[in-house]
């Protein structure tokens, strides 16, 4: 009887095309393969599509995908670092959280600050929140070979309830009627808009990072330690790499990078601190880093596009009546076909009968 | 003593969903291949026995089919991660988030619905003894069958020829491979059973634990899951003490609640199951880096005849 067999066989090299073709290609299909499901719930898949293109072509949609591409982007950057070496930050959500409220600390203790010491200071205690949040799951890892995929995910919880707490607790804006959400913050704690358009100057601050951490990991004696760890932790010990410290080095930039995220989202977006700052930002920078094979200058582009699917999801929901969830099943469609593409790029794969 | 009974009795309930899917995810991690999806097929299992119930009324089929949608999503990471040989981390979080994603995408018109609670089931004579009985024997056909499962389970892996094989393929692929053993089978089949006792342990929560459809109703529980195997030292019977243990804290947060203790910060008991889960994995990963107890030496590897 004859049936049908994969053949895979292996590939020397990855040319460049393949590496490009294959995300690209892959983030089409997921996005095509929503299709049966808009039928499912009673959606013309066309009409469905027209309006997530539709974000890309206006001014306002744009603005928005940038704006929204902002805590994506610091986010996936900050990701590249620890998925190099195989440590899998899950985390990034409660870094992000965590960021949030360090920022919103700074708010509360120097209110009269000017504006550049006051943002300064909110960036600084953003970075340090998340990245000490970070080192948490990491300290866990590198001494006690404690799962980190669990660790950061439940820390996600703990760091989402903790901000609640203060929100619906002790950091209540008396005057909001009962809303989780602290008061408005003065103009000196808002990141200011880049001149000549409305979108933050957190976009700048995410272009640099993600400039600074491509350079890191290019360049740096770190950045190609990072990734003989990720090849072989073995190898990576028997040419003397310190695991510990290279863990630690990677979850704090990793964490710190979220919590810059999270400062641009109360400083720049939001103005306050309020339940529910991020509709899973962390989350989305996974696949994102994972899209742009972690490269940093990548994440940029797919960071907006991201930011794009964001805004689309909102216009689906309010056009169209879809659920909030819609764009989780975009992104994980994209995920998956990411996922299962790259065998492509190490493998020649044939399908044959025999 | 009212008090504990009726904990205990929350706790069991509170720790089947836990215990389905903890003894599903031992097979599909003693196999080899580790599904941090859990979270998603739970998500799919609890939908799909939710609307089932709803407009049918059939709680057999409920089940039936909650644990069909388990298998189908726990089909693309197998797919995936054995035939494609991806890494499996990221296809476990896609699956995951796949799985959130359409159970609130395709469960948008059952928000705020309720289905009928499954009656409960006291066996004849056992549930009238003092303590254990309404801890243990007046509870819902579900728990007893999940108690069932992870007994039979156990044995099936430890004590039958083919436990041994789905070990041995879980250890060492290549080895089992020149034996005559198909990995590929194995590994499917053991992933497969991880998709439907999770889908089983959804439906438990939507059926049971809260007839009443919220988005995201899962909470975590699935990683929960994913860490108790870990607790559990890959063994369907420690699987038993581990959920429990964990059902418990988190009926614990709920009678506490119930008795008005943390209302001006309920979000600290809220947190209580999630920072047991990091102790108890500080605990474990203590003691297992001495030795690493139980867990499958080729865990999270993809089998490639001939290239390992």
Known sequence: MKSPRLIFEKRLTTSRTITIAVPVISLVLGFLSAAPLFLAVGVNPILAYRQVLGVFLNVDGLTESFTRGIPLLLASVGLCLPFKMNFWNIGAEGQLFMGAFGATAIVFLLPDSPAFVLLGSMMIAGFIFGGLFGLIPGYLKARLETNEVLTTLMLNFAAILWVDYLVYGPWRDPKGFGFPLTPMFPPNARLPWIPGTRIHTGLIVGLVCAGLVYVFLARTKWGYELKVTGESRLAAKYAGIDYVKLTLLAMFISGGLAGLAGMGLVSGIVLRLRHGISPGYGFSAIIIAWLARLNPLAAVPVSILFGGLLVAGDALQIGLGLAFATTSVFQALILLFVVGAEVLTRYKVALTWE | ?308
């Not at chain 2, 035939?83 to 988030?97: D, E, F, H, K």
């Not at chain 2, 005559?180 to 998709?195: A, H």
Request: contains cysteine; aromatic residues 10%; hydrophobic residues 55%.
């Open chain 2, 1 to 308: 003593m009212a008090f504990f009974v009726s904990l205990l009795a929350h706790t069991v309930q509170a720790g089947t969903p836990l215990l389905l899917g903890t003894v599903g995810e031992i097979y599909a991690e003693r196999s080899g291949v580790l599904n941090l999806g859990v979270e998603g097929m739970m998500a799919m299992g609890a939908l799909t026995a939710f609307t089932t119930s709803f407009y049918t009324g059939n709680i057999g089929l409920a089940l039936a089919l909650a644990m069909v949608a388990g298998a189908l999503v726990s089909l693309v990471h197998a797919f995936l991660s054995i035939t494609m040989r991806a890494n499996q981390i990221v296809s476990g979080l896609a699956i995951t988030i796949l799985g959130l994603g359409l159970s609130g995408f395709l469960g948008k018109p059952m928000i705020g619905m309720t289905v009928p609670h499954l009656a409960s089931f006291p066996i004849p004579i056992l549930a009238e003894i003092p303590i254990v009985g309404p801890i243990f024997f007046s509870q819902d056909v579900l728990v007893y069958a999940s108690i069932l499962l992870a007994l039979v389970l156990w044995f099936v892996l430890f004590k039958t020829r083919l436990g041994l094989n789905t070990r041995s393929v879980g250890e060492n692929p290549a080895m089992a491979d020149s034996l005559g053993l198909n990995v590929y089978l194995i590994r499917y089949v053991c992933v497969l059973l991880g998709g439907v006792m999770a889908g089983l342990a959804g439906a438990y929560l939507s059926l049971l634990y809260t007839p009443l459809w919220i988005e995201g109703m899962t909470a975590g529980k699935g990683w929960i899951v994913i860490a108790l195997t870990i607790f559990a030292t890959w063994n369907p019977l420690r699987a038993l003490l581990g959920a429990y243990l964990f059902g418990g804290v988190i009926a614990l947060q709920f009678r506490l609640q119930a008795i008005g203790i943390g209302t001006q910060a309920p979000q600290f008991l809220l947190m209580l199951p999630y920072l047991t889960t990091i102790v108890a994995l500080v605990l474990i990963s203590v003691e297992a880096v001495r030795r690493r107890m139980g867990m499958p030496a080729a865990l999270g590897l993809p089998y490639v005849r001939g290239e390992s």
